[in-house]
């Protein structure tokens, strides 16, 4: 047997492995974490400016074991799901509204769009002045920032159904109820499902923000605490947190998509 077909198992098997797109995604942060080490312990990156990773996990794994972290964890997280609850099922309800009817789009889609362009932290003294500093005004930030995004994505994807399955629907005998269930719905949906990955993404970052009112557990006060005491570790802890957060969220969307849109033809294949 030559040495070229005693290789092909081998290289079948490299093809094989590299083939699994998750493997492929953590490549490149593995490549950062081993170089950002090794800068930390040659010394180009000070450990009192920037902890090495080492020293993260380290932090991590003590926070962990004392209960500390899961604790903060969470709190953070029993806050980002009422606030995506509450967002995602007021920026669906606004788009389909505004998406459906002419009249609806007169009526809602300008004062939406005024809303979306404010920024957040010149919300946080209206919503301390009206909710308190209680847990109200944290979640109430979170459901606006993710309203939006959901918004924007339903509402294009309902006005760019194809007109030409509309008609087909018609032709079928389906009325306006049958039309709006059995085609305009189904044709949003990956428009939907991509602002829903948008809206997880801007809840977290709505977090951050709602997270300095007065909080006094949760992931962004244990940043903060953290920044009083130049713990640099503990900060990242939390700023690894909340990226690994976000992945985790974004995964499982995407398998949401795979799922739900199976009927849909790929362009792109493993």
């Known amino acids: 047997m030559s040495a070229t077909t005693m290789g092909r198992p081998v290289v079948s098997s490299i093809r094989l492995a590299w083939s699994f797109t998750g493997w492929r995604r953590l490549v490149t942060p ?3 974490v081993l170089a950002w080490q090794a800068l930390a312990m040659t010394g180009p990156i000070s450990v009192r400016t920037l902890a090495s990773p080492l020293q993260v996990l380290v932090t991590a794994w003590g926070l962990t ?3 500390e972290l899961p604790w903060h964890l969470a709190v953070s997280l029993g806050r980002v799901a009422a606030g995506l609850a509450i967002g995602v099922s007021l920026g669906t309800g606004l788009a389909l509204v505004a998406g459906l009817s002419r009249l609806g789009e007169t009526v809602v889609d300008a004062p939406v769009q005024m809303l979306r362009t404010l920024p957040f932290l010149a919300l946080v003294p209206l919503f301390i002045l009206w909710f308190g500093i209680g847990e109200t005004p944290k979640i109430a930030l979170v459901a606006l920032g993710t309203a939006f995004p959901i918004y924007l994505n339903v ?6 159904v194809e007109p030409r399955l509309v008609e087909m629907g018609r032709v079928f005998g389906l009325d306006r109820r049958g039309l709006i269930g059995h085609v305009v719905l189904p044709a949003a949906l990956p428009q939907a499902l991509v602002g829903l990955r948008m809206s ?5 970052l709505s977090l951050v923000v709602a997270e300095q009112i007065n909080a006094n ?3 962004g006060f244990l940043i903060n605490d953290a920044r009083d005491f130049l713990r640099t570790d503990v900060i990242l802890v939390g700023l690894l947190l909340y990226a690994l957060l976000g992945l985790l969220a974004d995964t499982l969307v995407r398998g949401l998509e795979r799922r739900m849109l199976a009927w849909r033809p790929q362009l792109v294949r493993n």
Do not use: E, K, N
Not at 155 to 160: E, L, S, T
Not at 200 to 204: N, P, R, S
């Open 200 to 204: 997880l993404g801007t809840a977290w």
């Open 65 to 67: 074991v004392s209960g």
């Open 155 to 160: 509402f294009a994807g309902v006005r760019g």
């Open 217 to 219: 557990a949760g992931i």
């Open 30 to 32: 593995l490549v950062l």
